[in-house]
């Protein structure tokens, strides 16, 4: 019980054995992590600051109470989008930051009780509802929308802060004459070092966005500087993160509550999805419901620490594993250090300029997008190609919390669409008396009397209409009393598909024959016996097997027709 209350207490053993390749993996991470931090901070319309803050706080509250080992949480490109494209609706932060800041705190903190009240709610398994084709459109769009969000920084025009995607585009075109070209090579060269560096020196690949900025930053100074229109980050404060309780107050939770919605479960998302992702690897089993509850417990807690909505990141976790990190205390070791860096060299960011962020971002965005995969969906599916292509241009045009649940309805409807049309097959019987879908082979014979047909498929509310107009054709053609469904193909019947069977199966008897089961599934059978719908029916109806059903069906027909039959494919003929 404590165990499961404290996860922790699970691995903390193995940490006094394991502490020096996590401490590696932990000063690996703590690298890693630094210009990300000011990128997605700045991405989420924040200081830099705070993306350090939760780079701190987060990892460190995740860690002790989700259930892998090597998933490290902080703030991620998708997830700072969204909060800055939900928190911008109300507040300009170039206008009013102290008020932009708090509404952050309050979003994560709102978010974060969601995501710990759908861990307690074992709903972990709702993230398996949300198709890959999905997360796919979401994140290629995130991506597009982050590149061209940091434009401004890479030609060094005043594009007016909250524009579309649209207004953004329009506006580069129109205002491309008045580029900073001193900003402009900056910004390219950063992106041109990252890209030549993470592509042909393997070794240092891992540290190509750290290498990239503090070559840029050198470039600033050589280009003059803020005498040429050059930005820099500007001073951090060298202090741990401040205690402050988020201003959470009816009108702000109103306000906020869809965005909330929204980040929470794109939070829940990107984490399961990195920690199984990591699993195969690492071959640990991930509790998807603990995970909820850390991922939940961190953003609340990191609320009151000028922390602005976390989740796993896919890089960071990626590195976790591959330096060697064997415990979740890799991941406070990282923070740790962080915290280190922060207090003692957090000067140093003061030369870090905002084109060569820019042209880091522009990398990071391109990198959302899976190239691989999308060509994939195009090759394999049609619908999964309307799905990804909704969700992609939804958060492009949309609001992003539109185009995440767009997506998801519409995969859910494709989904629905496709088990409410059950194959039904017409079956035969080869000369080995084997069983043949007809349609598979002209040769197969069937037996006059008796109709032998297979539904693959669950019968359900979504499906009774297909099924039902197969056996209402069935049965006004008047030629055949006797059915034998093969029902090894039907996972699942609810109370509609139950009630539907008992009413057909009346009704064939009423005309003499009647409605026969072989190989239903036990678990397809709970809805039949306790709803007494299996009495109904009939219990000599159901057997276990297409031989004992056709061996007892075959003393009901009319043996008159038999001796005449032609056909004689059944053993018993």
Known sequence: MLNRIFPFLTWLPLAKKSWKDDLIAGITGTIIVIPQAVAFAMIAGLPPVYGFYTAMITPIIAALFGSSYHLISGPTTAISIVVYATISKFVDPSSDLETYVSLTLVLTFMAGVLQFAMGLARMGKLVNFVSHSVIIGFTAGAGVLIAFKQLKHVFGLNVPQGSSFYDIVKYIITNISDTNW??????????????????????????????????????????????????????????????????????NIKNLSGGAITVALLGLIEAVAIARSIALTSHQRIDGNQEFKGQGLSNIVASFFSSYMGSGSFTRSGVNLHAGGKTPMSAIFAAFFLMMVLLLFSGYAAYLPKPAMGGIILLVGYNLIDFHHIKQVVKSSGREIIVLSTTLFGTLFFEL?????????????????????????????????????????????????????????????????????????????????????????????????????????????????????????????????????????????????????????????????????????????
């Open 182 to 251: 001193y900003v402009f090579t900056i910004a390219v060269g950063t992106l041109l070092i990252a890209i030549f560096i993470r592509k042909f020196i393997k070794p240092l690949s891992r540290y190509y966005m750290l290498i990239a900025m503090v070559f840029g930053s050198f470039l600033a100074i050589f280009l003059g500087g803020e005498v040429n229109g050059i930005e820099t980050v500007g001073k951090l404060p060298s202090n741990l993160p401040p205690f402050d309780v988020p201003n959470i107050n009816l009108m």
């Open 401 to 573: 919390e539109t185009a995440l649940f767009t997506g998801i309805a519409l995969s859910l409807f494709f989904y629905l669409e496709r088990t409410a049309k059950p194959n039904i097959a017409e079956l035969g019987t080869s000369e080995t008396h084997r069983f043949i879908n007809l349609i598979r082979d002209s040769e197969v014979k069937e037996c006059p009397q008796l109709k032998i047909v297979r539904i693959d498929g669950s019968i359900y509310f979504g499906a009774l209409e297909v099924v039902s107009d197969f056996f209402n054709n069935l049965y006004e053609k008047g030629e055949i009393k006797e059915v034998l469904i093969v029902a090894n193909g039907i996972n699942f019947i609810d109370l509609a598909g139950a009630t539907w069977l008992s009413h057909e199966a009346k009704k064939w008897q009423k005309r003499g024959g009647g409605i026969y089961f072989c190989g239903l599934k036990i678990v397809s059978q709970q809805i039949l016996k306790k709803g007494g719908f299996r009495a109904e029916i009939g219990e000599e109806n159901f057997y276990d097997d297409k031989q004992k059903a056709i061996n007892e069906i075959y003393k009901k027909l009319d043996k008159n027709i038999c001796s005449d039959c032609k056909t004689r494919i059944f053993h018993e003929c």
